[in-house]
């Protein structure tokens, strides 16, 4: 009944040790569906990968998207916490600034001059980095303000954990841009690490930079600590380790013309209807439809007889290797598919292949082996 994700365990975590040695100080990002494993699932690997015995920071602190998600991992993962949503006076970062029991192992993400002072009137000891706006332009302080917070923070002994830089999706190569950023930080005079502990402004949180551009920034900035923040190419790094797959719940053969679905439409010629587990709860939703619909195209598909000229559309659900169409919009945790006549007709219980995006999907299941 299930849309199951099944991993093949000995090649995932072979990966994922991989990936930690060639990013040393890596810091695992688990945030939203976590990439499809859920986040309680990801944060106990990450604490399998920090017992590993690999470089000392790697895997010491992960990373969540928002506050609301602290819950689903702070029970499985015993390191630090670094919430990637910067904070904000208000909702559930505030709920959880006043949580004594997570302030030693919370690190907020600060990206306005006005929160570091809010933040630390509530909690002096919170622990924080702040986020230098990038070329993302998503969050972030400008270099003027990177001088200002210098100011605030002078004297005070505030717990500064680094400096924060999201960096687009490489796009060639981001070198240049974090050079100039860092020339910021450096130019802004912010605090060294206090209370011999690692952190203060030579510590640089960064997304998206290869192992390579890494390499390159450890050479230029050899007073600099980098830490890597890494989801996808993380956990989702070896496709060939995944597999996902939903089940045939049901067959029917059809006539043209035979009606069927919500919608009362009918079968265009002869087949069979199939109903298999997942849909839009899941995350199922349509692709576009197969093929050119310019005019040519259509006349061509029409003459072969092609089904997506008559508005069926192509499913991410396939048989045999072959994908097929929906026979109408996926229902909220089955999908109708139409298989032409002439196909061989899988049985009831069959498992078939599923092409998902994994961070827009919510599976029934998640085997590791
Ligand atoms: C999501 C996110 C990451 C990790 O991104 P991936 O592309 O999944 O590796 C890193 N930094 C920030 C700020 C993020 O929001």
């Known amino acids: 009944m299930s849309?199951?994700?099944?991993?093949?365990?000995?090649?995932?975590?072979?990966?994922?040790?991989?990936?930690?040695?060639?990013?040393?100080?890596?810091?695992?990002?688990?945030?939203?569906?976590g990439y499809g494993f859920t986040t309680g699932r990801l944060a106990r690997r990450a604490q399998w990968l920090c017992d590993q015995d690999l470089a000392p920071t790697t895997a010491d602190t992960l990373a969540v998207g928002t506050y609301s998600e602290l819950p689903e991992v702070a029970q499985r993962y015993a390191g630090s916490l670094l919430v990637l949503t910067p904070w904000r006076p208000f909702g559930p970062a505030l709920e959880a600034t006043a949580d004594a029991s997570l302030t030693r192992r919370l690190v907020h993400t600060v990206s306005r001059p006005e929160d570091l002072t809010d933040l630390l009137s509530r909690r002096p000891d919170a622990r924080f980095v702040l986020e230098r706006a990038t070329s993302m332009q998503r969050h972030g302080l400008t270099a003027r303000e990177l001088w200002g917070t210098a100011e605030v923070l002078r004297g005070r002994g505030a717990h500064l954990e680094g400096v924060a830089l999201?960096?687009?999706?490489?796009?060639?190569?981001?070198?240049?841009?974090?050079?100039?950023?860092?020339?910021?930080?450096?130019?802004?005079?912010?605090?060294?690490?206090?209370?011999?502990?690692?952190?203060?402004?030579?510590?640089?949180?960064?997304?998206?930079?290869?192992?390579?551009?890494?390499?390159?920034?450890?050479?230029?900035?050899?007073?600099?600590?980098?830490?890597?923040?890494?989801?996808?190419?993380?956990?989702?790094g070896d496709r060939d380790a995944l597999r996902v797959h939903a089940t045939v719940l049901d067959v029917h053969a059809v006539e043209r013309g035979d009606a069927f679905g919500y919608r009362g439409r009918t079968a265009p010629k002869s087949g069979h209807l199939l109903v298999?587990?997942?849909?839009?709860?899941?995350?199922?939703?349509?692709?576009?439809?197969?093929?050119?619909?310019?005019?040519?195209?259509?006349?061509?598909?029409?003459?072969?007889?092609?089904?997506?000229?008559?508005?069926?559309?192509?499913?991410?659900?396939?048989?045999?290797?072959?994908?097929?169409?929906?026979?109408?919009?996926?229902?909220m945790q089955a999908s109708m598919l139409f298989l032409p006549g002439g196909s061989r007709v899988p049985r009831v219980g069959e498992e078939i292949d599923v092409r998902v995006r994994y961070t827009i999907t919510t599976f029934d299941r998640v085997l590791v082996d």
């Open 3 to 33: 849309l199951t994700l099944s991993v093949d365990g000995e090649r995932w975590r072979a990966h994922l040790r991989a990936t930690a040695e060639r990013f040393p100080g890596l810091v695992p990002v688990a945030k939203g569906n």
């Open 166 to 236: 999201h960096l687009p999706l490489g796009q060639g190569t981001h070198v240049t841009e974090v050079d100039r950023l860092l020339n910021d930080v450096v130019g802004a005079g912010l605090p060294e690490a206090e209370h011999d502990r690692a952190g203060g402004a030579r510590t640089v949180w960064v997304s998206h930079l290869s192992a390579g551009e890494l390499d390159t920034l450890r050479h230029r900035w050899p007073d600099f600590t980098f830490r890597p923040r890494i989801g996808t190419s993380l956990w989702l």
């Open 276 to 331: 298999v587990s997942g849909g839009t709860a899941h995350g199922i939703g349509l692709e576009a439809p197969t093929g050119d619909l310019g005019l040519r195209g259509r006349a061509g598909t029409l003459a072969r007889g092609g089904l997506d000229a008559l508005g069926f559309v192509r499913s991410p659900f396939s048989i045999d290797g072959k994908q097929r169409l929906f026979a109408e919009p996926p229902h």
